[in-house]
Structures are given as C-alpha cells and as structure tokens.
C-alpha cells in the first residue's frame, strides 16, 4: 500500500493537522482482508446503517464499541468439541474470528444494532448540536434593545 506524504498540506495550511492524521489513521485501519463483507447505507439525511455478513455468529459471539470517534465491531469464535470431529469436503464458510473498523464523522452516534438471518445491522445517526444547525438570519431585524445608528447629513441620530 502507497503512503501519503503530506508535508505540503503541513507547510501551507494551518489548523487542517487534524484531517491529515485522520486520512493517515484510515491508511492504516485493517480493512485490506475483506472480512467480513459489509454495505454501509444512507437511509436518511443524517441516518446511515451498517450491515455485516456475520453467518454462524450469535448475539453472545459478537461485540460492538465506540470510543473516540472509531466504531469497532469484533466476532469471536471458539472451536467446540463437535466441530473439531467434523469432516469437511469443501468449507466455504468462514468461521473466524475478525475485528472490523470504521472511523465516525463527528457528531455520528450509534442508534443501535440488530442481527437477524445472519445479517448485523448497526444503525447510526448525526446529532448536530443547536449551536452548528444551520439557522436563517432574517434582514432589517434588531432587536429592541439596539436601535441601528443611523447617519444622516454627516450627523449621528440615534
């Protein structure tokens, strides 16, 4: 895999260090192996789900984290004493235990998740504080404890 060098966004901007140690952070994230397989979905404006391919997996063998803005979803399987006398002629499916990652945007919180028929489904949504909404700011509005200055003939009427 190719590096990024990216000493020329250091040297001519300032304050973007943080968007260059997330794209370096994502450059190592161990997503190269493809397991297990995964959709991510948009389902609404600030609504997103996972899904993850997690046949043989139960609810018990599964464990889904959050911390810092990196969601981890890890399976873990035991060899049982039935499988160990099993005798495969062609073994398809993958029964191994994985960690999959995934870096959130900020403010991305997850709303939940559901496995069913072999499918997890990690449901995700942005929660924008009321500070960052975008707000309209209506024209020739003040309010009533700040009149406007208004400058007429070179005079200051009030």
Known sequence: MQT????????????????ANMLDAASRLDNSQGYPPYNIEKT?????????????????????????GLLTIAGKTGATESEEKREFLHRGIAERSFIRRFQLADHVIVKGASLENGLLRVELERQLPEAMKPRKISIGETSQKEQPKV??????VA
């Open 4 to 19: 990024i060098d990216l000493s020329p966004i250091y040297r001519s901007m300032v304050g973007f260090d943080r968007v």
């Open 44 to 68: 609404g404006d600030n609504a997103f789900v996972i899904e993850l391919a997690v046949a043989g997996f139960s609810e018990d063998t599964l464990d889904i984290e959050t911390k810092e």
């Open 151 to 156: 400058i007429e003939g070179g005079k200051n």
